[in-house]
């Protein structure tokens, strides 16, 4: 009750009446009722002045008694503590439905299994047993000290982070927080999170023209798009062929590929871009796709988009112990598939004239302020087109370009053509 200052309404016109409009809790339901009341005719007998009207309006709010203690106690209150006894279980659950069936800013596939994970191995067999009342700094410091010897640094933060959404997500009908947190990551002892010990390996040039000679021609192929241009490896397997222009120098990123299934969204709305290509790259990708007009660029026999696992394991990986790319200490691997996103980045960054723009354009990076948002280099497609040229790749490709893989589903009418 001590939060609430009391109403003053807001006095209107309403036909031929002013009358004043004002909030009323309603015992049984979370939302309150927006209540109207007549004060007086606007013109003839019984009208009143300004002041007057302010008057009559405070007098008619506190007749109703929609700011009195004792209503408060009777509807409001109850509510509260009845609310209060939903456990942190309870209202995760809650929580994790309203978020992943939200139309507003839907919910990736990928952070929806992120939450479930994070909630079914940490944070409800620590914390769900609470009411979401109890779940305060002392609680949380609890649980980063149970995580801290067996998670990083970053993903202890992201699991705090669904910790304090959750503890957020309990609101009154006027979708104010009923339990309002100040969190201090001192008390909490939060790990912090150092970037320059964050695993963000990238390739030499040595490395990614090893790569480039990789023995298998659709994931050789995969290697030396996505090293020449730093494409996110569901945005090069969800590549369609109606995707690439005619001439095979740019392509246009619209959807990606996660789990060999096709999402019809980008990581960002910056992902959503034109990605242009070297002449050279252009030459092998076309050489690549053959007499093919429809399908993935990189496809299996079924016709579904390779698996990003699968290339990592099956080819990456290997092809990194066969060039020596391991960790001495433990003789495994030291990189993923994001390392040539990474190499395409430090290479236009600092063996190139590329500008920022353009850059960041090409790798689906959002801008960071308005001279970004006022920069249309992405409309010159030739402006585009030249720097890409100019650019290079900064690795070596193979002598023999990548073979046309095999497509059991190619129309032979349409390859006689």
Known sequence: MSRRAGQKGYIEQSGKWWVV???????????????????CLISGPGKMTKSERQRRASEIIAASGADTEEYFNKVVKPQQEQQSGVTFREQAETWFANETSRKRKPVADSTVQFWRGCLDKWLIPNLGDLPVSAVNNGAVKRLVAIMVDELSAKTIQSYVGVVKAVVASVVNGEGEELYPRTWRAEFLDMPVVEKSRQNTPTFSAEVMSGLAKWKYPKEQMLFILCGATGLRIGEALGLEIDHISSDFLTMSIKQKARHCKIEKRVKTESAKRQVDLHPSIATLLRQFVGERRSGFLFQSRNG???????????????????LGYVNPATGTH??????????RHTYLKNRTGCPAGLRQYWLGHAGRDMDDLYDKIKEDVSFRQDWAEKSGFGFELPPVVPSIPKNEEIDVAERAA
């Not at 409009?21 to 004060?39: A, C, N, P, S, Y």
């Open 304 to 322: 579904k988009p390779l698996s990003s696992s699968n290339i990592l394991r099956r080819h990456l990986h290997p092809a990194l112990a066969e």
């Open 21 to 39: 409009r004002f909030w009323m809790d309603v015992e049984g339901q979370q939302k309150r009722t927006l209540k109207r009341e007549k004060i």
């Open 334 to 343: 030291k990189a993923g598939n994001h390392a040539f996103r990474r190499f």
